[in-house]
């Protein structure tokens, strides 16, 4: 059993899991083989791993990928690993996730820890890749998958739905980690639109519109005309596009009109990052 493993590993190497990076160990095999299967996980796969623990999905992975990179910023946890495994296929890089630069990859597949979910979604969402099976918190997951004019519609729905299809696969109880979590989780499917369907938004826009979600769009701008560098008169008596509409009512296309009108009127200009 994994918990059998974990514990073993855990005394063996006096190893305490680190709540400041998010150590929450996953301990259910039937969880890591759900994301291997939503992964599609086979032999022309090259993985990206982030946070990969004591091994116990990267092993599994290793199984199945032809490459694997497991990025991990703990040291120790790193040099239990190459004690542990003779891994062929797997390289493993000593760095923050969100601060380093990535190997190239087709897949993701990770137990995240949950205090990076948000900027290493985005930094993801700006790469090619086939698809990514993530374990996220289950409120930030809700919010990824969120409607317009839901209550948890929010600027990170908008932002993924603008790039891809996004899909709560299960949701997995705190039983299933150790330490156990103070929350539930989810096991998410990320998969990227075909470029021609993508929408490409310029963040300045959406900061400055959810910084005030519930108000309509006309008085938001208003309000965060600062946001986007320019005085509050210069959008004052503009005929914005949806302006009668709530922040948390707007589609990924619906700001992206609203883009397109602000830099034709020259209020913007640039393109996003």
Do not use: C
């Not at 091994?55 to 490459?67: D, H, N, Q």
């Not at 409607?147 to 997995?172: C, E, F, H, T, W």
């Not at 470029?195 to 519930?214: C, P, S």
């Amino acid at each position: 059993m994994l918990k059998d493993r974990l514990f073993s590993l855990l005394s063996k190497y006096n190893l305490k899991a680190r709540d400041s990076l998010g150590q929450n160990f996953l301990i259910v095999p039937d969880v890591i083989e759900k994301a291997i299967e939503v992964g599609e996980v086979s032999k022309s796969d090259i993985v990206l791993e982030v946070g990969p623990g004591l091994g116990f999905l990267t092993e599994e992975l290793a199984k199945r990928a032809k490459k694997v990179y497991a990025i991990e910023v703990d040291r120790k946890i790193i040099e239990i690993l190459k004690k542990e495994y003779n891994w062929k296929n797997v390289e493993i890089i000593h760095g923050d996730a969100v601060k380093v630069e990535w190997p190239e990859f087709n897949k993701v597949i990770s137990n995240l820890p949950y205090q990076i979910s948000s900027p290493f979604t985005f930094k993801l969402l700006k790469r090619d890749f086939d698809r990514a099976v993530l374990m996220y918190q289950l409120e930030f997951a809700q919010r990824m998958v969120a409607k317009p004019g839901s209550r948890n519609y929010s600027r990170l729905s908008l932002m993924v739905q603008a790039l891809a299809d996004v899909k709560i696969i299960m949701k997995i109880g705190r039983g299933a980690f150790y330490p156990r979590p103070k929350v539930d989780s989810a096991l998410v499917l990320l998969v990227p639109k075909p470029r021609e369907y993508r929408i490409y938004l310029d963040e300045r826009l959406v900061n400055a519109l959810f910084q005030h979600r519930r108000k309509i769009v006309s008085k938001a701008l208003k309000e965060s005309a600062h946001v986007l560098g320019v005085e509050r008169e210069r959008i004052k008596n503009i005929s914005l596009p949806h302006s009668n509409k709530r922040v948390y009512q707007l589609t990924p296309q619906d700001v992206k009109d609203i883009e397109e009108f602000l830099k034709a009127e020259g209020i913007i200009k640039g393109s996003p990052k």
